[in-house]
């Protein structure tokens, strides 16, 4: 898809990127970062879903069946995701070298989230030493999050 600028790049990010720092997580599929050439078109998303079709994968519900996954192709939605999928690293993934977003764009990321299942995994993150308390807190004050990082480290984090 980069290829034929259907996508500009990509990333793979979520539980499936996290496993690349920790323990096995469970998870139901595969989501992707991606940036789109600009359009005028509300679809967005509708040449990955051709292009996936074209080569026999077909849609399932809001993700495209790949193989044994289902996979969600989501845009960037802000500075923080755009960043987090161009500094992604190249990582092999059962025998394909692929994007995968570093640990500490993955805990800013779960951080603006914000859900409880976000917060285990910056916490998973963090036990695993895949990211440091550091690392996050400066992602978090470039991207406004702050007060969420606070927030987390005092409810959550041993830090006085």
């Keep these: 898809m980069c290829q034929r600028g259907i996508i500009g790049t990509y990333a793979i990010f979520g539980a499936v990127a996290q496993m690349r720092y920790t323990e096995a997580v469970v998870t139901m599929d595969l989501e992707v970062l ?11 998303l509708h040449p990955i879903y051709e292009f996936c079709a074209q080569k026999g994968y077909q849609p399932e519900g809001e993700a495209i ?5 289902p996979v969600q192709f989501i845009p960037t939605f802000d500075d923080l995701s755009m960043e987090a999928m161009n500094c992604a690293e190249e990582a092999d993934l059962d025998g394909a070298l692929v994007r995968v977003v570093k640990a ?27 990211v440091t308390v ?6 978090a004050m470039k991207h406004n999050l702050a007060k969420e990082w ?6 959550l984090l041993d830090e006085n």
């Design 34 to 44: 991606v940036s789109i050439p600009k359009t005028n078109s509300l679809s967005v």
């Design 65 to 69: 069946r790949i193989g044994a996954w």
């Design 104 to 130: 500490d764009y993955l805990a800013a990321l779960a951080l603006k989230a914000g859900r409880a299942k976000d917060k285990t995994r910056i916490l998973s993150l963090l036990e695993a030493k895949a």
């Design 134 to 139: 550091e690392e996050i807190g400066n992602i």
């Design 150 to 155: 606070k927030q987390f480290k005092e409810k």
